[in-house]
């Protein structure tokens, strides 16, 4: 379960385990430790490139229970995500989501988040795993500050964490008429960013329809004592169990950053090319914290920026330096992999600002040799989210 823990040989991490621990062990994954969890990195013999091409041609199960969700709840909801976020949440729609970044003073990202509304005053939040401690930390410390302030007023804020909640992702073009199959909710219904209660196989879930793959697909939000019996439901046909190597080669060609990787407390979201999570409204009057630091660099421009990269020859892995043709330091690969789907090199990495055109040449220096990489628009490969009936994802 999510708060137990998995003994490990001595002076070694204790990882936790997710309520799919023996699942994973009975359909022969290799387990290894992420995000202070044990989690199925493949399964039997099937490899990561086989695994990811099944995702983009069929469907893949993932098991992402390890991340934390919760509920964010009061009359000032939607006013106290506006202040933590950058993000608009008053005027979202009821079961819509937001991808947003939670701030710190001086605008570094403590992390990204997934934030749905489902109604004026709760909020359903996905967190990452690997910053469970720093996120929960710092919403206790918010809320009670925000609390406070209201003094004896009404409108206080609570926060709910759904421990041990299952949590999976149902990811491909195979995903809806496998979902379908197991409720009578009208999946046809559910666009892209949406989210909904229905029942699968009898049991009721929170089905938000998107994921980490670029897919179309569905996260599935299921309560605990349920985890394994609906897991195990979902688990037929074309569906494949796939672990944490694929999913890796997935996000990056879709183009997502990974926390700890592409985002950190030292990066803004300008500098992270996720200005799109920031409103009009909130661009021109902030209201957030870190609002300082990123109007500022809204006005004046970040000296750092996101970039995707098509490497030449080798793939360029953390951590590789990027330097200009004049062999000027100019930024770091910060994620990169042979890409499955493109049968080509492609990476994710921070560069000087002036250097992060489209079509820019640079090199990155790859096992102690200078290869030539080409500055390219990202996602990768093309999203193919589910915009709703008879609307074609661009």
Not at 255 to 276: F, K, Q, R, V
Not at 287 to 294: H, S, Y
Request: aromatic share 8%; proline share 6%.
């Amino acid at each position: 379960m999510g708060k137990r823990g998995m003994a490990s040989d001595a002076g070694k991490e204790t990882l936790l385990k997710t309520g799919l621990y023996d699942f994973h062990v009975k359909h022969g994954a290799k387990m290894v430790p992420f995000a202070g969890y044990s989690m199925p990195l493949s399964y039997g013999t099937v490899g990561q490139v086989t695994a990811h091409n099944h995702v983009r041609t069929a469907v893949g199960l993932f098991d992402v229970g390890h991340m934390v969700q919760s509920f964010i709840r009061g009359p000032t909801a939607p006013a106290f995500l506006e202040w933590i976020t950058p993000s608009g949440f008053a005027s979202l729609g009821h079961f819509s989501s937001q991808l947003s970044v939670i701030l710190n003073d001086n605008g570094g990202i403590i992390d990204d988040t997934v934030i749905c509304r489902h109604d004026d005053t709760t909020y359903y939040v996905v967190t990452n795993a690997g910053r469970r401690l720093e996120d929960l930390a710092w919403f206790k410390e918010k809320i009670e500050q925000w609390n406070a302030e209201l003094g004896g007023k009404d409108g206080k804020v609570e926060i709910e964490v759904l421990e041990d909640q299952g949590l999976v992702a149902l990811q491909g073009p195979e995903a809806p008429k496998v979902l379908q199959k197991l409720t009578s909710y009208d999946l046809t219904d559910l666009a892209f960013g949406k989210s909904t209660y229905a029942d699968i196989t009898g049991v009721r879930c929170h089905i938000a329809r998107g994921g980490y793959t670029g897919e179309d697909g569905f996260e599935i939000s299921i309560p605990p004592a349920h985890t394994v019996a609906i897991t195990e439901t979902l688990l037929q046909g074309p569906v494949q169990l796939t672990g944490l190597g694929a999913r890796d080669s997935l996000r990056l060609e879709a183009g997502m950053c990974l926390y700890g990787h592409d985002l950190n407390e030292d990066i803004s979201p300008i500098e992270a090319a996720l200005t799109w999570v920031i409103p009009k409204p909130r661009r021109e009057k902030g209201g957030f914290i870190g609002a300082e630091t990123v109007l500022q660099q809204l006005k004046d421009g970040p000296t750092k920026r996101r970039v995707g990269l098509i490497v030449d020859d080798a793939p360029a892995r953390e951590g590789a330096a990027i330097v200009s043709e004049e062999q000027e330091p100019i930024g770091t690969v910060t994620s990169g992999i042979p890409s499955p789907t493109l049968g080509t090199n492609i990476a994710m990495g921070y560069v000087k600002s002036g250097f992060h055109k489209k079509g820019n040449s640079v090199l990155v220096q790859v096992r102690n040799k200078t290869r030539k990489a080409t500055l390219t628009p990202m996602p990768f490969v093309p999203t193919k989210y589910y915009r709703g009936k008879g609307i074609q994802s661009p």
